[in-house]
């Protein structure tokens, strides 16, 4: 299926920095809480992700992630998450997550 570049401009992509990272062992699979920071415009956000195969919580707090902005929240838990943190699976299916190559300001928009 193909979509129209307007329709791409509908999904806004911001890059964060993971500020604090907490593990959630209600979750169903195992996942981590994340608090992302997209910088004043948007602020922190939470979030949950199952991305425990290859990070730790000390390792992911100050990493740049991207991740959806203007979903709806979704209830996940008892945690709320307000973003969608971005990855892709390595050849087990497990996720690696997806940042800039460089630093960059908080809340930059993919393009």
Same mark, same amino acid.
């Given at each position: 299926? =193909?979509?129209? !570049?307007?329709? !791409?401009?509908?999904?806004? &992509? @911001?890059?964060? @920095? &993971? =500020?604090?990272?907490? $593990?959630? $062992?209600? /979750?169903?699979?195992?996942?981590?809480?994340?608090?992302?920071?997209? %910088? $004043? *415009?948007?602020?922190?956000?939470?979030?949950?992700? #199952?991305? =425990?195969? +290859?990070? =730790?919580? *000390? *390792?992911?707090?100050?990493? #740049?992630?991207?991740?959806?902005?203007?979903? $709806?929240?979704? #209830?996940?838990?008892?945690?709320?998450?307000?973003?969608?943190?971005?990855?892709?699976?390595? /050849?087990?299916?497990?996720?690696?997550?997806?940042?800039? %190559? +460089?630093?960059?300001?908080? %809340?930059?928009?993919?393009?």
């Amino acid at each position: 299926m =193909t979509i129209s !570049f307007d329709d !791409f401009l509908k999904v806004d &992509i @911001r890059v964060g @920095r &993971i =500020t604090r990272a907490e $593990p959630f $062992p209600e /979750a169903r699979k195992p996942a981590f809480k994340l608090w992302v920071d997209f %910088g $004043p *415009e948007i602020g922190e956000k939470r979030s949950s992700a #199952q991305i =425990t195969r +290859h990070y =730790t919580p *000390e *390792e992911l707090v100050g990493r #740049q992630v991207l991740a959806v902005v203007n979903f $709806p929240p979704r #209830q996940i838990g008892p945690v709320m998450s307000e973003v969608l943190v971005l990855g892709v699976p390595d /050849a087990e299916g497990e996720v690696v997550l997806i940042g800039p %190559g +460089h630093d960059v300001p908080l %809340g930059g928009r993919l393009y």
